[in-house]
């Protein structure tokens, strides 16, 4: 290798171990303190709408993978660029590892949940960094010569020791722990279990139910939050007459009811999947409320996450009579950890960043005049009831199909509404009722069915769907911001 290469490589070895060290000592002060953790979380907050939504449209449930990529391939171009400077004047990589130290330090106590302890990893990291800058850099070019030689036997040990402590340091700071304790909870029977609703058996159809590892996720922790059960506490705070606080096992030990809802993502696109049907378990929220007792003019119930999120939902929503739930189970098990263990709030008839805190530690009686929650603050919509939508799951878009009788099937949502008539129409043609599976209450989405006599050749089939109040779904497109997508979903199958 030419110089120009060991230098590069050297420059990586460093950002390398200087990463893994901060990685390290994130785990023993909180994960989400580790600098590439950090930082990334500052990007999340800064970029702009639309950036988010391409991101969320184009990468799924992927795109926090994709910022990490993104982030360590620009950190290595850095890096390298960085290495070969440092051979000419070492001082370059000292003030470039300063800076990543400064950088992750600001990056960790600027989040919500961080404490002065947070600062930490980075600085360590960058120590560590500088340590192994120095130890690779000792050496001069030749007697008399500028610069400095790199040794290469170093530079592989150093990325070596990069890997192991990088790999330490994500495993004891993962969720390990917090899956041992969940796997060991056993949930009560709910006082109130309700209906159970039945599905439509076609094949491509989206099921009744969605599994917990197939449902959807959107949230901006790039670091699933840790909470133990023993250490969990939920506060009731505000505006109230007597604040609560309340224990895992406290939730435990109350009288629980279980519901079926359908959740859906503000960030859902027309025939996206940001939406789901679940069983949850929890206790009704307008009960934690009227024991809290709620005072005139806490017109806004705010989540707090545990790393800070926030959320607003009206409180006449959480008291309406709807089932607003804190919910601590999800089809039969305790809440995954990526959708809230221990706790979270459920509220049908709400997009999910205004209603749906998932970690949730804290609900606060505020008013909308007072406070702004995160999306909010981000020109959100303060108030999101979510929209009739439907959407077409099978024949897929662009299939080719065998002509003749076909199911084409979906599913439609229009929560706390419920689903009164679904359509379907061929080439612009006249619109045909489909037929809906039968349906437990208005809080979950309704599978379709209509069956068709496909002719040979391209067709474009498109469906709309009419809530119980009787309004149909809009053909006018528009895009999620600032409160939820609208159009009909259409697809386009060849008949042969």
């Known amino acids: 290798m030419n110089g120009r290469t060991i230098g590069a490589l050297a420059g990586i070895a460093c950002a390398a171990v200087a990463l893994a060290a901060a990685q390290l000592a994130a785990a023993a002060v909180a994960p989400g303190s580790a600098p590439v953790a950090a930082v990334g979380a500052v990007m999340v907050d800064a970029v702009p709408e639309p950036v988010k939504a391409f991101a969320i449209r184009t990468f799924g449930v992927h795109d926090k993978l994709v910022l990490f990529i993104g982030i360590g391939l620009a950190l290595a171009a850095a890096a390298a660029l960085v290495g070969v400077l440092a051979r000419r004047r070492i001082a370059v990589g000292y003030t470039a590892l300063a800076l990543l130290g400064a950088a992750g330090a600001a990056a960790a106590l600027s989040r919500p949940a961080g404490t002065a302890a947070w600062a930490?990893?980075?600085?360590?990291?960058?120590?560590?960094?500088?340590?192994?800058?120095?130890?690779?850099?000792r050496r001069p070019l030749t007697a008399g010569a500028p610069g400095r030689a790199v040794d290469r036997r170093g530079v592989l040990l150093a990325l070596a020791g990069a890997g192991v402590m990088g790999a330490a340091g994500w495993r004891l700071g993962g969720t390990g722990e917090v899956e041992t304790a969940r796997g060991a909870v056993r949930l009560p029977e709910p006082v109130d279990a309700g209906p159970a609703g039945e599905g439509l058996d076609v094949e491509g159809l989206t099921s009744y139910l969605t599994p917990n590892a197939e449902f959807y996720r959107v949230d901006t922790a790039l670091v699933l939050p840790r909470v133990l059960p023993d250490d969990y506490l939920l506060r009731v705070t505000g505006?109230?007459?007597?604040?609560?606080?309340?224990?895992?096992?406290?939730?435990?030990?109350?009288?629980?009811?279980?519901?079926?809802?359908?959740?859906?993502?503000?960030?859902?696109?027309?025939?996206?999947?940001?939406?789901?049907?679940?069983?949850?378990?929890?206790?009704?929220?307008?009960?934690?409320?009227?024991?809290?007792?709620?005072?005139?003019?806490?017109?806004?119930?705010?989540?707090?996450?545990?790393?800070?999120?926030?959320?607003?939902?009206?409180?006449?929503?959480?008291?309406?009579?709807?089932d607003a739930l804190v919910a601590i189970g999800m089809n039969g098990e305790p809440l995954p950890i990526e959708h809230g263990f221990p706790a979270r709030m459920v509220v049908p008839g709400l997009y999910g960043y205004v209603s749906a805190t998932k970690w949730l530690v804290e609900i606060e009686l505020a008013s909308f005049a007072d406070f702004d929650p995160y999306w909010v603050r981000r020109d959100w919509a303060a108030e999101a009831p979510i929209k009739t939508f439907s959407r077409i799951d099978t024949p897929k878009p662009l299939k080719t199909i065998a002509a003749g009788r076909t199911a084409v099937a979906g599913v439609a949502w229009a929560q706390h509404r419920g689903i009164e008539r679904v359509e379907v129409r061929v080439d612009e043609g006249p619109w045909a009722d489909a037929e809906l599976a039968p349906v437990i209450g208005p809080d979950t989405w309704r599978q379709w069915l209509w069956e068709w006599d496909a002719g040979p050749g391209r067709h474009k089939l498109e469906v709309r769907a009419t809530d119980a109040e009787g309004d149909t779904q809009t053909a006018e497109r528009a895009t999620p911001f600032p409160d939820g997508a609208t159009g009909w979903h259409s697809v386009v199958v060849t008949a042969a």
């Not at 930490?120 to 130890?135: D, F, K, Y």
């Open 239 to 322: 505006r109230v007459d007597r604040p609560l606080e309340l224990s895992y096992r406290d939730l435990l030990d109350r009288d629980l009811v279980e519901r079926e809802m359908t959740i859906s993502c503000v960030s859902n696109e027309v025939g996206g999947t940001l939406a789901g049907n679940a069983r949850w378990l929890g206790v009704p929220l307008s009960e934690l409320l009227e024991e809290a007792g709620v005072q005139p003019g806490a017109d806004q119930v705010v989540g707090r996450s545990h790393d800070g999120w926030t959320a607003g939902t009206p409180t006449s929503a959480c008291t309406d009579g709807r």
């Open 120 to 137: 930490l990893p980075s600085l360590v990291g960058a120590a560590a960094g500088a340590l192994t800058l120095g130890l690779l850099y």
